[in-house]
Nanobody
């Protein structure tokens, strides 16, 4: 069973930065693709970024390209999301996720395991 625990959310003014972390309790963390999704208030959960097991493949949704950076430290079983130049529309609950057989790294339905989420609020 995979457990994921996010941290690092908070309240930040527009233009500010936050770094989210997600610690995974799983053997062979480097075998798993990892991703960040977010759910804005009143909206569906959406893809933000994903990274392959060894970090060689990375995908971002268009709205965060150039502002967010996904990374991982396999020695620490930890996934990161560095968020810079934050905008009010980035306000959401952010979730990390992984799956046993992820085929499409941006597809929500491919992910089996989810953290509890961490709230990010960007004030205007």
């Amino acid at each position: 069973q995979v457990q994921l625990v996010e941290s690092g959310g908070g309240l930040v003014p527009a233009g500010g930065s936050l770094r989210l972390s997600c610690v995974a309790s799983v053997r062979s963390f480097g075998r798993y693709h990892m991703a960040w999704f977010r759910q804005p208030p009143g909206k569906e959960r959406e893809f933000v970024a994903a990274i392959s097991g060894l970090g060689t493949t990375i995908h971002y949704t268009d709205s965060v390209k150039g502002r967010f950076t996904i990374s991982r430290d396999n020695a620490r079983n930890t996934l990161y999301l560095q968020m810079d130049t934050l905008r009010p529309e980035d306000t959401a609950v952010y979730y990390c996720a992984t799956g046993d057989t992820v085929q499409s790294m941006s597809a929500l339905y491919d992910y089996d395991y989810w953290g509890q989420g961490t709230q990010v609020i960007v004030s205007s």
